[in-house]
């Protein structure tokens, strides 16, 4: 049998996480997951109605919750999703990125408008949540890292 060993440095309770990418698989994981350790947690993504479900589930089983619609691979909708974030939880502790998408194809017949979105969503929505992410911590104070 393991023991369970608590560490202060790890704890989360009532710390605020923003997830991206919260309407997928691995986002709703860490929703689920997070809040369940005692996290408040803003989701957000691409599909409204899918974070909705998901806000509902965790709201259900205890967790603070709440959600905001957007792409973070578009500037203004990180910028809104951070202040909606922090106007709503006071500021944001932890960034979970996890939007991603994926076209498959043999590189030969890859479109060129498909790989461009593919890099917009994995590689420049990930740098624009932590840009401005990163931003609101530094100006809260709040341990950017």
């Known amino acids: 049998m393991t023991e369970h060993i608590s560490i202060p ?12 990418g919260a ?3 691995l986002g709703q994981a ?3 997951g997070l809040s369940g350790a005692g996290a408040k947690v803003m989701l957000t993504g691409r599909h409204e109605d899918m974070l909705a479900t998901l806000a509902a589930e965790v709201t259900r089983t205890g967790g603070k919750t709440a959600y905001v619609a957007g792409q973070p691979d ?7 999703i951070v202040t909606t974030t922090i106007e709503h939880f006071g500021g944001i502790d932890v960034l979970i990125t996890a939007a991603g998408l994926n ?3 043999p590189i030969v017949d890859f479109p060129l408008e498909e ?11 990930t740098w624009l949540a932590c840009k401005e992410v990163g931003r609101a911590m530094i100006e809260r104070d709040r341990g950017a890292r």
């Open 74 to 80: 578009d500037t203004h909708d990180m910028q809104r």
């Open 115 to 125: 790989w461009e979105e593919v890099m917009d969503v994995n590689v420049k929505g």
């Open 30 to 32: 860490a929703a689920r």
């Open 9 to 20: 440095f790890f704890d989360i309770t009532d710390k605020v996480v923003l997830i991206t």
């Open 23 to 25: 309407s997928g698989g």
């Open 103 to 105: 076209h498959v194809y």
